[in-house]
């Protein structure tokens, strides 16, 4: 449960190194595997479609594990098999990622 003054990538953060087995953090992981989670942490964080597409792609079953894990409450999200499947979910992704910050700004002004 997020406490109240934690900062809300850095459990993002957290949460997918806990999706790659590395429950202690980023600077536990091996150094390629630390990489790709670091591309994949910014990648959300900044809604970079085809870097998503490119780490999430179906060959990555890693990556995929531990993005679903950050998405799922209940083990209750799968990312499609196919590419062309993953690249609309990431799609769809992004452009809610992109809505919620439009909406968060709007709130702020």
Do not use: W
Not at 72 to 83: A, E, H, I
Not at 93 to 99: G, K, N, P, T
């Amino acid at each position: 449960m997020q406490q109240a003054n934690e900062n809300p990538a850095d459990v993002l953060l957290g949460k997918l190194c806990e999706g790659y087995g590395y429950a202690q953090g980023l600077s536990t992981m091996p150094p390629g595997l630390g990489k790709t989670c670091s591309k994949l942490y910014h990648a959300i964080l900044k809604a970079e479609r085809p870097t998503l597409e490119a780490i999430l792609h179906p060959c990555n079953p890693r990556s995929r594990e531990a993005f679903a894990a950050l998405m799922s409450v209940s083990g209750d999200v799968r990312l499609p098999k196919t590419v062309k499947g993953t690249n609309a979910f990431i799609a769809d992704f992004v452009d809610r990622l992109s809505a919620a910050a439009l909406n968060q700004q709007t709130a702020i002004s």
